[in-house]
């Protein structure tokens, strides 16, 4: 992949900025915290397309693997993204990949729609192997997994998408006109 310079230095702003407000995080009676993760991945997906979103989302996860405490609550660590909760912090790569798919494929007809549709199936996605990931660490069931780690955010995600899709078009038309993508 070869990147010119604005590009690599937006790809490394939207890292910074997923570093930023990943850690904000409200803890749940469970294991899994919201965070403000979800919004910052799906910007970035949005903002930069899949390709730089992706690889934004991939410097987040190796600088919080590295030791710095970009993850919900301040931590970090490789035994972070190994955890019970580290399918979902993996997740966040396709959430960025399938975000910026489809608003690179789609948004000629309707940025809001591209915005909606690839959030909701990057989320689906992100859901999928997060849950698959927890489960298989703890041993719970699918339903109690379900009620631990899908339900409870499935309010603050769809206020998350609402917010990328006011957001993101508005940004990305900006960076384009300036020409910086």
């Known amino acids: 992949m070869k990147l010119t310079v604005k590009q690599m230095a937006v790809t490394a702003v939207m890292a910074a900025v997923i570093s930023v407000l990943s850690p904000i995080a409200v803890p749940l009676a469970g294991e899994v915290p919201i965070s403000l993760a979800t919004l910052a991945v799906m910007l970035s997906g949005v903002i930069l397309g899949s390709r730089l979103g992706t690889l934004a ?65 990057g989320n689906a996605v992100l859901y999928l192997l997060g849950t698959v990931w927890f489960i298989k660490y703890t041993g719970m069931a699918a339903a109690g997994a379900l009620a631990a780690c899908v339900i409870p955010f499935i309010p603050g995600d ?22 910086t993508l």
Request: net charge positive; aromatic share 12%.
């Open 158 to 179: 769809l206020l998350k998408i609402a917010a990328v899709c006011i957001l993101a078009p508005r940004i990305r038309t900006a960076l384009e006109k300036t020409r």
């Open 57 to 121: 989302v991939l410097i987040y996860i190796l600088l919080g693997m590295i030791g710095i405490p970009v993850f919900a609550g301040y931590t970090s660590g490789a035994g972070i993204v190994f955890g019970m909760t580290g399918g979902y912090i993996i997740g966040y790569l396709p959430l960025a990949l399938i975000s910026g798919m489809f608003y690179e494929k789609l948004r000629a007809g309707s940025p809001y729609i591209a915005v909606i549709a690839g959030t909701f199936a």
